[in-house]
Antibody, heavy 127, light 110 residues
Framework: QVQLVESGGGVVQPGRSLRLSCAAS????????MYWVRQAPGKGLEWVAV????????YYADSVKGRFTISRDNSKNMLYLQMNSLRAEDTAVYYC????????????????????WGRGTTVTVSS | QSALTQPASVSGSPGQSITISCTGT?????????VSWYQQCPGKAPKLMIF???NRPSGVSNRFSGSKSGNTASLTISGLQAEDEADYYC??????????FGTGTKVTVL
């Protein structure tokens, strides 16, 4: 079945780095745009980054721009989030999500929504 | 990018209809028909309920409907059921090619 599984979370000191991974299965990963979304404890959802299906375009929230890098390896069906210069305010559950798309014959139509989500991985930034 | 504005809480009795608003600007909600809505139950990942303002993914109950007027989008839940109790978030694509979520609304079934 369609599944996303995040990993790589943990406790890290401020200023350090961490790389999150998201393993995709059950669908054609190389055709799908992907997102990272986070949720601080007791808070709402915050969009973090998006990457095109082929990695050609990447966009970031202002709060992480210059510190976080989204990437993917379509040969391994993997999505990544490299997080550098971590701050206490980066403490959150990090979800990866798939961009909604529909296929008609040989064409893909992409929508601005997240239709499949992982269960999340927790990142705690603390000294 | 500031979060879209949603009421903190909305409540209703079983069978009633409730509406959750989501207010943004002309650079996000008002500028594009790319508003989506998500349901999040406690301890769970969000679930897509509405995309492109008013479209339901397959498998989502037709009791959920979406609309938009100007800079404000709305999610209506009709025939409220106990299982609808959850947090709901709107999201919009923006003119900066980014996304923004709403502040979230806790729905309580009385």
């Amino acid at each position: 079945q369609v599944q996303l599984v995040e990993s790589g979370g943990g406790v890290v000191q401020p200023g350090r780095s961490l790389r999150l991974s998201c393993a995709a299965s059950g669908f054609t990963f190389s055709s799908c745009g992907m997102y990272w979304v986070r949720q601080a404890p007791g808070k709402g959802l915050e969009w973090v980054a998006v990457i095109w299906y082929d990695g050609s375009n990447k966009y970031y929230a202002d709060s992480v721009k210059g510190r976080f890098t989204i990437s993917r390896d379509n040969s391994k069906n993997m999505l990544y989030l490299q997080m550098n210069s971590l701050r206490a305010e980066d403490t959150a559950v990090y979800y990866c999500a798939r961009r909604l798309q529909k296929q008609q014959l040989t064409e893909y139509y992409y929508y601005y929504a997240m239709d499949v989500w992982g269960r999340g991985t927790t990142v705690t930034v603390s000294s | 990018q500031s979060a879209l504005t949603q009421p903190a809480s909305v409540s209703g009795s079983p069978g009633q209809s409730i509406t959750i608003s989501c207010t943004g600007t002309s650079s996000d909600v008002g500028g594009y028909n790319y508003v989506s809505w998500y349901q999040q139950c406690p301890g769970k990942a969000p679930k897509l309920m509405i995309f492109d303002v008013s479209n339901r993914p397959s498998g989502v109950s037709n009791r959920f409907s979406g609309s938009k007027s100007g800079n404000t989008a709305s999610l209506t839940i009709s025939g409220l059921q106990a299982e609808d109790e959850a947090d709901y978030y709107c999201s919009s694509y923006t003119s900066r090619r980014t996304y923004v979520f709403g502040t979230g609304t806790k729905v309580t079934v009385l």
